[in-house]
């Protein structure tokens, strides 16, 4: 019985780390969607200028950071972070910059590829003969690790996740 009882707890700690970082990956996945379309709508929401400042990506930074505290309870400033990348065009078509940026406080996100690595299959030319501004926000947090990292032989606890979005 005691076997059986041990076994039954080790089940519902691995479910529970689990459905802990659905969760999480869930709330980053609205985070990030909403950070993108914010840096899109910049033009509206910051002026003319097309040139994200760094205090217009701090101020994005703080609204997900203060978002995500009234979401989860045991939210910590140290354990989140944010990458934020725009590309933009030249107007003949050609690739013109990457703009990569990470947040200054918590932890440093990172993927696998950037976003002018796989700009290629997501450039959309407009009605007007030109592509468009390629936005991308990644956000991470580091959660608690119960059972899953220990079961898997390393620190599974970094939750992320990225949101594309094409500009005006």
């Given amino acids: 019985m005691s ?12 479910a529970g780390d689990l459905v ?34 760094n205090q217009q990506l701090n101020d994005i930074y703080d609204v997900m950071a203060k978002s995500l505290k009234r979401t989860y309870t045991n939210y910590s400033q140290a354990d989140f972070g944010m990458l934020y990348e725009e590309q933009t065009y030249s107007t003949s078509g050609v690739t013109n910059a990457l703009v990569t940026w990470n947040s200054t406080g918590g932890i440093t996100c990172s993927v696998s590829e950037n976003l ?15 592509k468009s501004t390629l936005y991308r926000v990644t956000l991470c947090y580091e959660t608690e690790n119960w059972l899953i990292g220990f079961a898997l032989g390393s620190g599974f606890t970094r939750v992320t996740s990225s949101s594309v979005i094409l500009g005006r």
Avoid: H, P
């Fill in 3 to 14: 076997i059986v009882s041990m076994a039954f707890v080790m089940m519902l700690m691995f």
């Fill in 20 to 53: 802990a970082k659905i969760s999480m990956k869930g709330k980053l996945d609205r985070l990030s969607f909403s950070a993108a379309s914010v840096a899109k709508e910049r033009t509206q929401l910051y002026s003319e200028d097309y040139k994200m400042s």
């Fill in 116 to 130: 002018s690595q796989i700009e290629s299959n997501l450039a959309v030319t407009t009605s007007w003969g030109r």
